[in-house]
């Protein structure tokens, strides 16, 4: 790990500062605190937290991963403890920590999203941002079926931007042909932020048995094979300067994360990646600054949505 103390891998994204643009995923880092056995996680810029629901919910039935070549398909359909979990017995470990926290929730209505939003007041100093995540693909109440349409994207993020004082992110799927508009009733919502992209609605079938391979028939793909997909969505709405944006979807290396950010992401979330190397946060963190160091780049926000694609 590099030794690195500037502040030249800060970025700023709304009223919210980070001290590097690494941003772990929501469901893919937990709240940081199993990783922390491998390195102090404290170091990144912040960990989004799994969804959490007012409620414990099961998720969906099994099976709910598959492999494919370039990539994993889950169908976990949220599965969590429920907020009063993550507010007991993952807080406290986090603020000891010095953990940057984003909440992520999910709620299945306007009225469960408020109700996580009262019981987020009372820690909201504990935490940098919450995160509505408008965009899982896997549920069938609340989540992308609620993030496709524009007003109830508007009228999600006034309700919890009401209650609370801390920035506000809106998590949108890439599985909606209407980014920017959603992305601006967000913003007239009160968001900050836009983090972008949850997973790729896919399949996937067994041809011995021919049955879908996952219970829940489709799932949301993750992971190198929607990089591509991931660059040009956060490219375009990057182009209409609406919001700052967190990008996600199949970055593996420092070099993808640099991608980004020159199409436009302000920081960069590190999803799958975190099953593969369990070191990712750093390894990445390390690439960025090593990059800045050999391209004389003194501040890494000087890049965002510098590509040259005139
Ligand atoms: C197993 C798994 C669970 C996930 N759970 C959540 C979740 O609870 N909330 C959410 O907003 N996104 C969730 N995601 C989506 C990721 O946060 C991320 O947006 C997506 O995986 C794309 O990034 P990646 O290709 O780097 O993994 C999940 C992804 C995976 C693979």
Redesign the pocket.
Known sequence: MNNYTGSGTSVKLGSIILKNPIVM????FSSGIEYNDFYDVSIVGAITT??FSLKPRAGNKPPR?CETPAG?L?S?G?QNEGIDFFINEHLPYTKKSGFNIIL?I?GTDISEFSDLAVKIRNIEESLIAV?L?L??PNVEKGGMSLGSIPEEVENVTTAVRKILNIPVIV?LSPNNNNLSELARRAKNGGAEVISL???VIGMSIDINTFKPKLGNITG?L??PA?KPIALAKIFNLHKEKILPIIG????FGWEDAVEFMLAGANAV?????NFVDLHAGENILDGIINYMSNKNILNISDIIGKVKAE
């Open positions: 995923c929501s469901g893919t799994k969804s991963l994993l889950n976990i949220l992520s999910l995160e995540n965009s899982c998590k992209i949850n997973t949301g993750s992971g929607i996600m979807g199949g970055i979330g590190l999803g799958m990646v």
